[in-house]
């Protein structure tokens, strides 16, 4: 199973609403998961079951979609949410993860 | 406190072998599913293996690294592995194991140990 992220990176200033894509090339019900990777560190679970968000993870990140859609918003941007943010579907083995996004702040 | 750390990375020829291992604390090891996902400098994620929890008897491989990679673990030692054999330039990387809750995400990472393949 493919997954396609897009945009590959994006720009965007602090407090501005921002949209991952996450497109599966075939349906993975809501076996998904947001990670969310700054640079030199391991990557960290933000979103599972592609809606439900993971424990101390800040409510300004949420995810929606299921079956081949998904999506990652950051409701209003923060200095620290610097990062690449990655997909991952665990419908089945073999799991594979999206390309990433980059995220800069403007 | 959960704590994954991984060790057994270093620099390897071509042809060459590595044996990582994960070191798991924190949790009770036996009942986890466990995966390693490897990063190469500069990319993304890649998964590479899984392994099921308690007896290890459910082994899924990357098409990248079947034939070549092995995981296994062991519950009595809280530890995770993989023998790493034919190693290859495009096996450079960093390489991560993670706890896997079924189905649903990678909760914990360790903080990943190097492998260099070059001649």
């Known amino acids: 199973i493919q997954l396609t992220q897009s945009p590959s990176s994006l720009s965007a200033s602090v407090g501005d609403r921002v949209t991952i894509t996450c497109r599966a090339s075939q349906g993975i019900r809501s076996y998904l998961a947001w990670y969310q990777q700054k640079p030199g560190k391991a990557p960290k679970l933000l979103i599972y079951?592609?809606?439900t968000l993971q424990t101390g993870v800040p409510s300004r990140f949420s995810g929606s979609g299921s079956g081949t859609d998904f999506t990652l918003t950051i409701s209003s941007l923060q200095p620290e949410d610097l990062a690449t943010y990655y997909c991952?579907?665990?419908?089945?083995?073999?799991?594979?993860f999206g390309q990433g996004t980059k995220l800069e702040i403007k | 406190e959960v704590q994954l750390v991984e060790s057994g990375g270093g620099f390897v020829q071509p042809g060459g072998s590595l044996r990582l291992s994960c070191a798991a604390s924190g949790f009770l090891f036996k009942n986890f599913e466990m995966n390693w996902v490897r990063q190469a400098p500069g990319k993304g994620l890649e998964w590479v293996s899984y392994i099921v929890s308690s007896s290890g008897s459910t082994i899924y491989y990357a098409d990248s690294v079947k034939g070549r990679f092995t995981i296994s673990r062991d519950n009595a030692e809280n530890s995770l592995y993989l023998q790493m054999n034919s190693l290859r330039a495009e096996d450079t990387a960093l390489y991560y194991c993670?706890?896997?809750?079924?189905?649903?995400?990678?909760?914990?990472w360790g903080r990943g140990t190097l492998v260099t393949v070059s001649s």
């Open positions: 991952q579907q665990l419908d089945n083995y073999p799991s594979t």
């Open positions: 993670a706890r896997t809750i079924s189905n649903y995400y990678f909760d914990f």
């Open positions: 079951r592609a809606s």
